[in-house]
T-cell receptor
Framework: NAGVTQTPKFQVLKTGQSMTLQCAQD?????MSWYRQDPGMGLRLIHY???????DQGEVPNGYNVSRSTTEDFPLRLLSAAPSQTSVYFC?????????????FGPGTRLTVL | SQQGEEDPQALSIQEGENATMNCSYK?????LQWYRQNSGRGLVHLIL?????REKHSGRLRVTLDTSKKSSSLLITASRAADTASYFC?????????FGTGTRLQVFP
């Protein structure tokens, strides 16, 4: 099993550009989530999904969109990138119990917005 | 939010010594998890302790949970240079699982 995969590993954007961060898991997990990690801030939850077709907002959802059309994929869209979105983004998945279960993290995407 | 708060923020020890990190949280929980993050990598799950458990062991790791004080501790015994990483606690309930800012552990050879 590949576990949780994320692409790209690195990305540089200009202010106002849009892009999609990809996340996929092959563990048949129902729960998937996106976090951003900034220095001194720890991990902050952006959006999460408890199953295909169901998404919900986390701690810092503004400026990001998600969708969950399949169990395997959970892409994160930046609609109009801003320098404040420069961060490391992590995708995670867990079994059906979601928040209270062991989270499996991807390797992260390092995003810089100029 | 039941965000965990780790203490200390940073810890430096010599190989062979024990390392203790603490976590406090604010609301009721179903369980509490500890994760490790090596520099530039994703988080890796270490151990999960349920709200009805007081202590749990996994190899060189020992976790305690005191729900009356809303606190947990992670003890790493006989530390190694490879234990150098950031450690995060994550209190969880059916609502959300939110991480704190972590403890940065440096183990010197």
């Amino acid at each position: 099993n590949a576990g949780v995969t994320q692409t790209p590993k690195f990305q540089v954007l200009k202010t106002g550009q849009s892009m999609t961060l990809q996340c996929a898991q092959d563990m048949n997990h129902e729960y998937m989530s996106w976090y951003r990690q900034d220095p001194g801030m720890g991990l902050r939850l952006i959006h999460y999904s408890v199953g295909a077709g169901i998404t919900d907002q986390g701690e810092v959802p503004n400026g990001y969109n998600v969708s969950r059309s399949t169990t395997e994929d959970f892409p994160l869209r930046l609609l109009s990138a801003a320098p404040s979105q420069t961060s490391v983004y992590f995708c995670a998945s867990a079994s059906a119990r979601g928040h209270t279960d062991t989270q499996y993290f991807g390797p992260g995407t390092r995003l810089t917005v100029l | 939010s039941q965000q965990g708060e780790e203490d200390p923020q940073a810890l430096s020890i010599q190989e062979g010594e024990n390392a203790t990190m603490n976590c406090s949280y604010k609301t009721s929980i179903n369980n509490l998890q500890w994760y490790r993050q090596n520099s530039g990598r994703g988080l890796v799950h270490l151990i999960l302790i349920r709200s009805n458990e007081r202590e749990k062991h996994s190899g060189r790791l020992r976790v305690t949970l005191d729900t009356s004080k809303k606190s947990s501790s992670l003890l790493i015994t006989a530390s190694r240079a490879a234990d150098t990483a950031s450690y995060f606690c994550a209190p969880g309930n059916t609502d959300k699982l939110i991480f704190g800012t972590g403890t940065r552990l440096q183990v010197f050879p």
